[in-house]
């Protein structure tokens, strides 16, 4: 495994992350997800994102089950907050009363004192920037919190934050938590160079356009069952990336990255994202261990603008600006 700082910051984190956005407490048993994360933990990963919203706080249950014996110093846990918790009027949103009641309740379920990244799930146009900035400044000083960032946050709102926290004497926001792969490019019209001016680190989610980068979907064909694709409840955002047009090109990126490069093309498109030096790691999502160590395979992997160039064509994108 390989390692990236998160930003400017000094911690280091796994190239390669695992999440469980839609599967832990969810869509595997806890067994299973103590498996992954044992596999996870014996490739040298670190990193474990996970959020209170994520299955109504099983998630994060799920989690410290997988961790139970492992020594806490050796893993970096991330988790959020914002989407609401239940019907509750202030049981959401970035609210100084939202973001302490959440940290205390991640806590609990996660089995831990502290957590290592705290997100900001989703920008709040509700609350002022500096009542949430206090909140979280508070809990870090008081050793709950080691590091906070956001989630999906717009460029302009990521350096207003940063600003906020500078003209606080508070503690900065270290990350960002974006949705990025060779599919979806956004972050690339702002959101890098917003991160990149305040020494703000990467955290890629969807980094495999929700498994269509596995090359597992196969056009004119349905989602193969047992997968996100074929799932009602879980592919409600991959409306875009199952077109038989896409899936075509990925079946040639799948062709080239293992015919010409020696790699699987999920591997491949992992290591795309990491070409980027505002990338500090790649969140995965796996039902099994072997998803793990195919996944892991990324670490490490560069290639030439050349080649990066023909992913480009095959996919039907424009040479990168990398």
């Given at each position: ?36 994360v044992r596999r996870a933990l014996e490739l040298g990963i670190n990193f474990f ?183 009602d409840k879980s592919n409600m955002f991959m409306g875009g990336v199952l077109r ?79």
């Amino acid at each position: 495994m390989h390692y990236r700082k998160l930003g400017r910051f000094g911690v280091r984190v796994s190239e390669v992350a695992v999440g469980g956005w839609l599967t832990h407490g969810r869509s595997i048993q806890d067994e299973t997800t103590g498996q992954i994360v044992r596999r996870a933990l014996e490739l040298g990963i670190n990193f474990f994102d996970t959020a209170d919203v994520y299955n109504a706080g099983e998630a994060e249950k799920s989690l410290a089950k997988a961790l139970e014996g492992v020594r806490r110093d050796d893993v970096f846990i991330a988790t959020k907050c914002y989407f609401p918790m239940s019907d509750k009027p202030n049981d959401r949103g970035l609210s100084k009363k939202h973001i302490f009641e959440s940290v205390h309740n991640s806590l609990r379920r996660l089995k831990t004192d502290y957590v290592d990244l705290h997100q900001f799930h989703r920008f709040d146009p509700e609350v002022q920037l500096d009542e949430s900035v206090r909140a979280i400044d508070e809990l870090i000083k008081q050793g709950k919190v080691l590091y906070w960032g956001v989630s999906e946050w717009p460029a302009h709102e990521i350096s207003r934050v940063a600003a906020v926290a500078r003209a606080m004497n508070a503690n900065p926001p270290v990350s960002n938590q974006p949705s990025y792969s060779m599919l979806n490019r956004r972050v690339e019209d702002g959101v890098l160079d917003a991160t990149r001016a305040e020494g703000m680190g990467n955290v890629v989610f969807s980094p495999l356009a929700q498994g269509v980068l596995s090359g597992k979907y196969l056009p004119g064909q349905p989602p193969p069952a047992g997968t996100r694709g074929a799932d009602d409840k879980s592919n409600m955002f991959m409306g875009g990336v199952l077109r038989d047009e896409v899936l075509t090109r990925v079946q040639e990126l799948k062709a080239f990255a293992e015919n010409e490069l020696g790699v699987s093309v999920a591997a491949f498109a992992l290591a795309w994202c990491l070409r980027r030096p505002e990338v500090s790691s790649v969140i995965i999502g796996a039902t099994k261990p072997e998803q793990v160590d195919a996944n892991a395979q990324a670490a490490g992997l560069a290639f030439g603008d050349d080649v990066w160039a023909k992913a480009d064509s095959i996919l039907g994108f424009a040479k990168s600006n990398a």
